[in-house]
C-alpha cells in the first residue's frame, strides 16, 4: 500500500480517530488505526474500542491500494511535526509503514491488518435526516449531568426519546438530573434508548466538524451518526433509565426569579471558598433578597447578596455549587426560576419565559445538602 496526502487533512482525521481508539485497551489493536487506501483515491480512516466505532474517507493520491494498521496516539504526534504539505505513506514488510514529508523520514511498528475488529456496518441502515446542531445542543444541555460512577450502569448514558416531532433528552448522576426537549425530526422510537457517556460526547465531537445537516439511525443495538464523510457509530447502553417523571418535583410552595448571569457569577465566588469535595453553599430565601454562603475552615467564609423577585416565606438549604452552576449555564435564557418545596427538598432551576411563566423545554432538579 502506497499513498499521499495534505498532511492537516490527514492530522484532522488522525485526531479524530485518537479519541475514539481505546487507550488502555486489552487488546493492543485497539490502539491502532485502521489506513485503507482504495483504487478511487480515497483514504478510509477507522478507530475503535469495541463500544464506539469511527470510520472517515478523506481524499488522497493512491499509488497502491491496500491496508495497514499503526498505533494512532504515535502516529498521530508524528504527523503532528511534519511540515504541511503531502505526506507520502508505504507499506514495509511485517506490518511496518513509512512516512516521509519533505527531508523527513519515520519508520513505525504496526499490527496485522486482519487483527483490526469488524466494525457496525451501516450500509443497509435507512437514516433519517435532523439538523446537526439541535444533536448537538440535546447533548450540550445534558452530557455534564451523566453519572461518571462505573457502577451505576443505568445512569452511565443519557435517555434519549423521540417521536418523530419532538426529542427529549434526560440525564442523572443521583444528585441531580437535567431534562431538555426540542423541535427534533428524528427516527419515531417506541421507546428511549440509553446513549453512553463518551458516545454523547463522541457524536459532539463529530458534528462539531460538519455544517447543516446529519443522518440518524437506530439499529441492532447500534445509534449511527452519518455525517458528510464520517461515519460513527455507538454501542447503546442495554439497561433500563430510572423512571424520572418520579424524581421531578410536581408543586412548589417558592418560587423565586433571578437574573441568571448574576447568580451564575455569586456561586462562582462562593465556590471559591467552599469545600472543594462538596461545593456546598448554603442558600437563604427572603423577601426580595437570596444570600449565598460558604465556609471552609482552611480558608475562610464568604456570604454574598443578590436582588430576587420574591415575596414568600424564608427558606435555609444546602446545594452543591457546582450543580447549580452547570444548571443554569445550560439555559439560554436572561432570567431563571427557583422552585422549592421545603429545606430538605429538591430545587427545581426552568429558564423563564417571555409570558412570565418558565420555559417548558428545560428544568433542572439539584438535590439538596445537608448545612
Same mark, same amino acid.
Given at each position: 500500500?502506497?499513498?499521499?496526502?495534505?498532511?492537516?487533512?490527514?492530522?484532522?482525521?488522525?485526531?479524530?480517530?485518537?479519541?475514539?481508539?481505546? #487507550?488502555?485497551?486489552?487488546?493492543?489493536?485497539?490502539?491502532?488505526?485502521?489506513?485503507?487506501?482504495?483504487?478511487?483515491?480515497?483514504?478510509?480512516?477507522?478507530?475503535?474500542?469495541?463500544?464506539?466505532?469511527?470510520?472517515?474517507?478523506? +481524499?488522497?493520491?493512491?499509488?497502491?491500494?491496500?491496508?495497514? $494498521?499503526?498505533?494512532?496516539?504515535?502516529?498521530?504526534?508524528?504527523?503532528?511535526?511534519?511540515?504541511? +504539505?503531502?505526506?507520502?505513506?508505504?507499506?514495509?514488510?511485517?506490518?511496518?509503514?513509512?512516512?516521509?514529508?519533505?527531508?523527513?523520514?519515520?519508520?513505525?511498528?504496526?499490527?496485522?491488518?486482519?487483527?483490526?475488529?469488524?466494525? &457496525?456496518?451501516?450500509?443497509?441502515?435507512?437514516?433519517?435526516?435532523?439538523?446537526?446542531?439541535?444533536?448537538?445542543?440535546?447533548?450540550? #444541555?445534558?452530557?455534564?449531568?451523566?453519572?461518571?460512577?462505573?457502577?451505576?450502569? /443505568?445512569?452511565?448514558?443519557?435517555?434519549?426519546?423521540?417521536?418523530?416531532?419532538?426529542?427529549?433528552?434526560?440525564?442523572?448522576?443521583?444528585?441531580?438530573?437535567?431534562?431538555?426537549?426540542?423541535?427534533?425530526?428524528? &427516527?419515531?422510537?417506541?421507546? +428511549?434508548?440509553?446513549?453512553?457517556?463518551?458516545?454523547?460526547?463522541?457524536?459532539? *465531537?463529530?458534528?462539531? @466538524?460538519?455544517?447543516?445537516?446529519?443522518?440518524?439511525?437506530?439499529?441492532?443495538?447500534?445509534?449511527?451518526?452519518?455525517?458528510?464523510?464520517? $461515519?460513527?457509530?455507538? *454501542?447503546?447502553?442495554?439497561?433500563?433509565?430510572?423512571?424520572?417523571?418520579?424524581?421531578?418535583?410536581?408543586?412548589?410552595?417558592?418560587?423565586?426569579?433571578?437574573?441568571?448571569?448574576?447568580?451564575?457569577?455569586?456561586?462562582?465566588?462562593?465556590?471559591?471558598?467552599?469545600?472543594?469535595?462538596?461545593?456546598?453553599? @448554603?442558600?437563604?430565601?427572603?423577601?426580595?433578597?437570596?444570600?449565598?454562603?460558604?465556609?471552609? &475552615?482552611?480558608?475562610?467564609?464568604?456570604?454574598?447578596?443578590?436582588?430576587?423577585?420574591?415575596?414568600?416565606?424564608?427558606?435555609?438549604?444546602?446545594? /452543591?455549587? /457546582?450543580?447549580?452552576?452547570?444548571?443554569?449555564?445550560?439555559?439560554?435564557?436572561?432570567?431563571?426560576?427557583?422552585?422549592?418545596? +421545603?429545606?430538605?427538598?429538591?430545587?427545581?432551576?426552568?429558564?423563564?419565559?417571555?409570558?412570565?411563566?418558565?420555559? &417548558?423545554?428545560?428544568?433542572?432538579?439539584?438535590?439538596?445538602?445537608?448545612?
Amino acid at each position: 500500500m502506497e499513498f499521499e496526502i495534505d498532511q492537516a487533512r490527514f492530522l484532522s482525521a488522525l485526531t479524530l480517530a485518537h479519541t475514539v481508539a481505546d #487507550k488502555r485497551a486489552t487488546m493492543p489493536v485497539l490502539a491502532n488505526v485502521l489506513l485503507r487506501a482504495t483504487k478511487d483515491d480515497e483514504l478510509v480512516v477507522s478507530a475503535t474500542d469495541m463500544m464506539i466505532s469511527l470510520t472517515e474517507t478523506v +481524499g488522497c493520491k493512491v499509488h497502491g491500494p491496500g491496508s495497514l $494498521t499503526l498505533g494512532v496516539r504515535h502516529l498521530n504526534n508524528v504527523v503532528r511535526t511534519l511540515p504541511s +504539505g503531502a505526506v507520502r505513506i508505504k507499506s514495509l514488510d511485517n506490518s511496518w509503514a513509512q512516512i516521509v514529508a519533505g527531508r523527513s523520514e519515520f519508520k513505525l511498528m504496526g499490527m496485522p491488518e486482519g487483527d483490526f475488529p469488524e466494525l &457496525p456496518d451501516a450500509s443497509g441502515v435507512a437514516f433519517t435526516t435532523v439538523a446537526s446542531h439541535k444533536l448537538v445542543d440535546l447533548i450540550d #444541555k445534558t452530557l455534564f449531568s451523566v453519572s461518571t460512577d462505573e457502577a451505576r450502569v /443505568n445512569l452511565n448514558g443519557a435517555l434519549f426519546e423521540c417521536d418523530g416531532k419532538k426529542a427529549t433528552m434526560v440525564s442523572t448522576d443521583g444528585h441531580r438530573l437535567t431534562k431538555y426537549s426540542l423541535e427534533f425530526g428524528g &427516527p419515531k422510537l417506541g421507546k +428511549g434508548i440509553v446513549i453512553p457517556r463518551k458516545g454523547m460526547d463522541e457524536i459532539r *465531537k463529530v458534528l462539531n @466538524k460538519v455544517e447543516g445537516e446529519c443522518g440518524l439511525a437506530i439499529a441492532d443495538g447500534y445509534l449511527f451518526v452519518k455525517a458528510d464523510a464520517l $461515519t460513527l457509530s455507538v *454501542k447503546l447502553n442495554n439497561v433500563t433509565f430510572p423512571p424520572y417523571q418520579q424524581v421531578v418535583p410536581k408543586d412548589f410552595q417558592r418560587r423565586a426569579e433571578v437574573s441568571r448571569d448574576e447568580l451564575i457569577a455569586a456561586l462562582r465566588q462562593a465556590v471559591v471558598i467552599a469545600p472543594e469535595k462538596t461545593a456546598t453553599v @448554603k442558600v437563604q430565601l427572603d423577601k426580595g433578597v437570596l444570600r449565598l454562603a460558604a465556609d471552609n &475552615p482552611e480558608l475562610g467564609a464568604i456570604n454574598l447578596e443578590l436582588a430576587v423577585d420574591y415575596d414568600g416565606s424564608s427558606l435555609t438549604a444546602g446545594f /452543591n455549587a /457546582n450543580y447549580l452552576i452547570e444548571a443554569l449555564g445550560a439555559m439560554g435564557s436572561e432570567r431563571s426560576y427557583l422552585d422549592f418545596q +421545603g429545606e430538605l427538598d429538591p430545587c427545581v432551576l426552568r429558564p423563564a419565559g417571555v409570558d412570565g411563566q418558565p420555559a &417548558p423545554e428545560f428544568l433542572a432538579v439539584v438535590m439538596p445538602m445537608r448545612i
